[in-house]
């Protein structure tokens, strides 16, 4: 995917999004203009797969370019050999400035991995990490806290309203950062930035003002029920007691029901909403800086996310809303308003 006058690359992801999430990809009622405006500037690719439906395999084969078979990398709290080649690197090593802003899951967690600018922001429920986003609760009289000690958020089966002040969401604070990095870049150097949303990977957990976005938008249902795991395989089986004892989450799914079902979602597609907009103010510096000519912007997440499809939670299994992810780009040299069917994966 060669563009003619690409200078610049602005990596944006999300973290456990699933392809049918947007209007361009059929989702009509989500709010989510800015990535509306990204799909009309440039291409839409319909038929994108996740190499692994699990966090750090499928960041670890975007960072190498290898697939987690061959890394060896194939689940959580795994990670690449040392002195193996990062994206970063090559990048850096061609005189482009390197950023990482968010969520990137590396191993240790602080490990630059080949960037030369770090914001850390981890997961939502990795409260033991002392990150950036950590100091900026505390700085500002906040503590980074269990989701499951949130009102509401066992009985809700962890979609709620976060507690926090908008500004001090996760992605608010990610998308702040990001916005600040552009507004200090060199003009004249090169850039590579990897800006990683934790949205909407739950908690679904989006800010006062979007908590009742979709209280009446016409949602979707899960596809099948738990009823179907009476015939899958043990591991199928054991992902819900998984979930219910581990210390991370400690909430029980074998309580889904089409009404809790229903308020998951509706949290899941607000807090799309809430990093849209981040986006929008991401693609409103590119232009004020003057590089949105000369800046390659992709979008995608490194999974999707199975939302109560056959009676099951987030990630992990090859159903399409865990497998499939949406991916646009756009940018010099790419046609506008294009849709690709072919096959791609990252």
């Known amino acids: 995917m060669k563009g003619k006058g690409i200078r610049n690359i602005l990596f944006i992801t999300t973290d456990q999004q699933r392809r049918d999430s947007l209007p361009c990809y059929g989702m009509d009622f989500v ?127 962890g979609a709620f309203e976060s507690p926090l002040p908008e500004d001090c969401h996760i992605d608010s604070f990610i998308g702040r950062e990001a916005v600040k990095w552009l507004d200090g870049l060199d003009a004249g150097t090169p850039f590579f930035g990897w800006v990683s949303f934790n949205s909407p990977h739950d908690p679904y957990d989006p800010p006062a003002s979007l908590a009742g976005l979709y209280r009446d938008a016409p949602v979707p249902p899960a596809t099948g029920n738990a009823r179907e795991l009476d015939k899958k395989p043990a591991y199928q089986k054991s992902i819900i007691p998984f979930f219910r004892d581990n210390l991370l989450y400690l909430t029980d799914y074998s309580r889904m029901t089409a009404e809790k079902i229903r308020r998951m979602r509706e949290c899941y597609y607000a807090t799309i ?55 646009i780009a756009a940018g010099p040299g790419l046609a506008g308003g294009a849709v690709c069917r072919s096959f791609t994966d990252w």
């Open 31 to 157: 709010r989510s203009p800015h990535l509306e405006t990204l799909a009309r500037r440039g291409i839409v690719f319909d038929n994108c797969v996740s190499v692994c439906p699990v966090c750090q395999p499928a960041r670890a084969a975007f960072m190498t370019g290898q697939y987690p078979s061959v890394l060896g990398v194939t689940d959580n709290f795994q990670w690449i050999r040392p002195g193996t080649p990062t994206i970063a690197e090559r990048f850096r090593d061609a005189g482009f400035h390197t950023a990482a802003i968010g969520k990137m899951h590396f191993h240790p967690w602080d490990n630059p991995e080949g960037f030369a600018f770090r914001v850390i922001a981890e997961d939502k429920r990795h409260i033991f990490r002392p990150d950036h986003y950590t100091r900026f609760l505390e700085e500002n009289g906040f503590r980074r806290e269990h989701p499951a000690v949130v009102p509401g958020y066992a009985d809700n089966l």
């Open 273 to 327: 909403t809430l990093v849209d907009g981040w986006i929008g103010k991401l693609l409103a510096k590119l232009e004020e800086r003057g590089v949105q000519d000369s800046t390659l912007v992709v979008f995608s997440s490194d999974h999707g996310d199975t939302l109560g499809d056959h009676g099951l939670p987030f990630k992990s299994t090859f159903y399409e809303g865990a497998l499939k992810v949406p991916l």
